[in-house]
Structure formats: structure tokens, C-alpha cells
């Protein structure tokens, strides 16, 4: 069944930080909405690559050995094993793509980490 999808109603749904929800699946990949407010943990994945696309706010990407600020309406890709985290001074609105084993705290196992997402 073909579905169409809107992200700001979705994203509506999400009142919780750093907890993304499932909205959609392609090819073993989710299609995820989160919402960021301060900072996440520093973690990596080792098995994926990870697609951050703002769609309201802005949020700085830090790396160990830079930060990369991403604004609305643009995207930026972490690739597999690089070492983050992201930290919005102000709630920001996120699409994520991200291959379905992904865990959202990567190689770190902590209260954040959710094994089975919500699918909204």
C-alpha cells in the first residue's frame, strides 16, 4: 500500500528528545523523525552509516576533532565508525535514515539506547 506521509504531522507526534520513532521503511533502511534538545552521548557505528536531514532548527554535529553546524533544510551523512555526537542549543526537528539494525546509541549500551522503536 502506498502511503503518503507527512513529517511535520509526524514529528507532532514526538514530544520526547533524542527518541527517534519510526515513519516509514525502504530497501532495510527506517525512515526516522527526532526531536534534539542539548547534547547526546559520543558514540559510533560500526556497521552503518547515518543520514541526518534538519527540517526545523539547527543542530552542531561534533566530531573529536571538529563541529560541523547543520542548518534547516540541509543534511549531512556520518559515516560508518566515525566517532559524534550532536547537541542543538534550541529543540530541532530531524529526519533520519538509518539502516533498520541500527541502535541509536551505537556502540553504547545506556538508558538512551532503544532496541525496539515506535512506529508512528
Do not use: C
Not at 503518503?4 to 533524542?18: Q, T
Not at 542539548?38 to 552509516?49: I, K, P, Q, R, S
Not at 534547516?72 to 542543538?88: C, D, L, M, S, T
Amino acid at each position: 500500500m502506498i502511503e503518503k506521509v507527512s513529517i511535520v504531522k509526524k514529528l507532532a507526534l514526538n514530544s520526547d528528545y533524542w527518541v527517534p520513532r519510526v515513519v516509514g521503511e525502504l530497501n532495510n533502511q527506517y525512515v526516522k523523525v527526532a526531536k534534539f534538545k542539548g547534547a547526546y552521548d559520543w558514540h559510533h557505528h560500526a556497521n552503518e552509516d547515518e543520514m541526518f536531514l534538519v527540517i526545523k532548527g539547527s543542530f552542531k554535529l561534533d566530531l573529536r576533532d571538529e563541529s560541523i553546524q547543520v542548518n534547516e533544510g540541509e543534511f549531512i551523512i556520518v559515516p560508518r565508525g566515525v566517532e559524534h555526537r550532536p547537541v542543538a542549543d534550541e529543540e530541532v526537528h530531524v529526519l533520519l535514515f538509518e539502516p533498520v539494525s541500527t541502535l541509536n546509541t551505537g556502540n553504547l549500551r545506556t538508558e538512551r539506547s532503544l532496541d525496539d522503536l515506535e512506529k508512528i
